[in-house]
């Protein structure tokens, strides 16, 4: 993904997302579809500053990554159920390795919160995407947004 | 020589990984056992025998940290060896752990070789 692209954060979600399905996110184009069954997955944590993730994305991108990580069939009922486990995953993940690498992880204060999964609206989603810090990405054809917010001062 | 293995995680997910690393890597199992946090791996515990638990740091209920204190304060239990398998990212606690009497730590994202390095690491060493 080219430099120019990135937004606080992005770095450590491609890696993560990389890493653990195989996936490799890019911008997304401007008219990409909003996803369906949206979900935000969020993470707070504090290293002293607080930080949140979020990620928004559809059920059916989050189906697919379990579908990669347990080797089981793409759109199965097992790769449904599993699909808001692996965003909170991916999103924990990431939250961990934002903090490795702007090296707040020796501050005995960090806490990370545990993920958080609640459905997003067409008029949400809307908003969120054309929020600051909100980079829109395709992932393997499925269209994804993430925000790191906080660490201004890291 | 084949084990008996608990995972302790609060992802479904990352459990199911775990286990299929583990028949992957040819490690020998016995059984392998599921707990979603600390304190169902408590549990687990007191009800079976096992020689190696693979737990997570950050899970509601009870975390790893607890869970492990009180894994190596029960007599029954305490020489069982714990490896921590989390995207924890606190440099400090991990090594206090590791004082503390983890014997080994995967970081997530994780990749097959690295659970079967530790795994066949630390049950080497407590055999021995």
């Keep these: 993904m080219p430099d120019a692209t990135m937004t606080p954060g992005l770095a450590e979600f491609v890696d993560s997302l990389e890493t653990m399905a195989f996936v490799t996110p890019f911008p997304a184009a401007p008219d990409a579809p ?25 059920e059916a991108f989050g189906a697919m990554l379990a ?22 995953e991916l999103v924990n993940i990431t939250c961990g390795a934002v903090i490795r690498e702007r090296g707040l992880a020796t501050d005995e204060r960090l ?23 909100v980079q829109v990405l395709d992932a393997d054809g499925h269209t994804i947004a993430f925000q790191l917010s906080g660490l201004e001062q890291a | 020589m084949s084990y008996r293995i608990l995972i302790v995680d609060d992802s479904a997910t990352t459990r199911a990984m775990i286990k299929r ?31 190696l638990v693979l737990a997570d740091l950050n899970m509601p209920e009870m975390n790893g940290v ?16 714990v490896v921590i398998v ?20 995967v970081r997530k994202p994780f990749t097959p070789e690295a659970i079967r390095n530790c795994v066949t690491r630390v049950m080497g060493a407590a055999h021995a």
């Design chain 2, 86 to 105: 989390s995207a924890e990212p606190n440099i400090d606690r991990l090594t206090q752990l590791l004082k503390d009497g983890v014997q080994g730590f």
């Design chain 2, 21 to 51: 690393v583990i028949k992957m890597a040819d490690i020998p199992v016995d059984s392998l056992h599921e707990a979603a946090d600390g304190k169902a791996a408590l549990g687990v515990l007191a009800e079976s025998t096992v020689d």
């Design chain 1, 67 to 88: 579908s990669n990580l347990l080797a089981i069939e793409p759109g199965s009922p097992e790769s449904a159920a599993a699909a808001d486990d692996v965003l909170k």
């Design chain 1, 111 to 133: 806490h990370m919160s545990l993920p958080t999964v609640e459905p997003l609206d067409a008029d949400r989603w809307a908003s969120f995407a054309k929020m600051a810090g």
């Design chain 1, 34 to 58: 909003a996803p369906e069954a949206a979900r935000m997955i969020q993470i707070e944590c504090a290293c002293p500053q607080y930080a949140c993730i979020r990620l928004v994305a559809g």
């Design chain 2, 66 to 81: 607890e869970m492990t204190r009180h894994i190596r304060q029960n007599e029954r239990t305490s020489a069982i060896p």
